[in-house]
């Protein structure tokens, strides 16, 4: 079936730098993905869109990257603070029109 | 401040019992959704609805009924048939003005075993 994956279920940056969390998607025909970020205890935020027509799209602090060659997107959060540690998800609409998640990145960031 | 409200945030159910999650939304979105999450796995759907007074099964229904009489409003109740109720409960909606546009969630239930 069609599946939607990211590639770390963890990663650790020190506050400042830059992070980039991956993810890879099976359905060539994909034409949209969202990246959310999910805070303990609460539910899933829009953080940022991008249509396949884009191969990237700036937010404020964020970044993302689409490759439809290698069915392949990354969100890049630049000078990465402490409020930004949550899990990150990619999303992507199936060919039925349903969002399918990936399982999620926890990102920690060290002080 | 639109957005979208779920109540109780914590919740417990005994044996046999069905229990009803809360689901209200202000921003005049069409579709409505809920999604069952479990640790260390990603967002899996129970029920959608794209209009009032109409809903469709997701993946894993089984277990789950759901009701849109209002447009604000999607109400999903667990019910005794659903044997491993224990998850987080996350509701969303999405306007449907354009194609592309993101499901936005509230900040879900969550439901126990006593």
């Known amino acids: 079936g069609e599946s939607v994956g990211l590639h770390l279920p963890t990663l650790s940056v020190q506050e400042g730098d830059n992070s980039i969390i991956n993810c890879a998607y099976s359905n060539s025909a994909s034409d949209y993905f969202i990246w959310y970020k999910q805070e303990s205890g609460k539910g899933p935020q829009f953080i940022i869109d991008i249509r396949s027509n884009m191969d990237k799209r700036q937010g404020q602090r964020v970044t993302v990257l689409l490759n439809k060659t290698v069915k392949h997107l990354s969100l890049q959060i630049a000078a990465t603070q402490p409020g930004d540690s949550a899990v990150y998800f990619c999303?992507?609409?199936?060919?039925?029109?349903?969002?399918?998640f990936g399982q999620g990145t926890e990102l920690s960031v060290k002080p | 401040d639109g957005g979208i409200t779920q109540s109780p945030k914590y919740l417990f159910r005994k044996e046999g019992q069905n229990v009803t999650l809360s689901c209200e939304q202000n921003?005049?979105?069409?579709?409505m959704y809920w999604y069952r999450q479990d640790p260390g796995q990603g967002l899996r759907l129970i029920y959608y609805?794209?209009?009032?007074?109409?809903?469709q099964k997701g993946d894993i229904a089984e277990g789950y009924s759901v009701s849109r009489e209002k447009k604000e409003s999607f109400p999903l109740t667990v019910t005794s048939a659903q044997k491993n109720p224990t998850a987080f409960y996350l509701c969303?909606?999405?306007?449907?003005?354009?194609?592309?546009?993101?499901?936005?969630f509230g900040d879900g239930t969550r439901l126990s075993i006593l």
């Open positions: 999303a992507a609409p199936n060919q039925g029109g349903k969002l399918i």
């Open positions: 609805s794209q209009i009032v007074n109409d809903f």
């Open positions: 969303a909606s999405k306007s449907e003005q354009g194609i592309y546009q993101p499901q936005h």
């Open positions: 921003l005049n979105h069409d579709a």
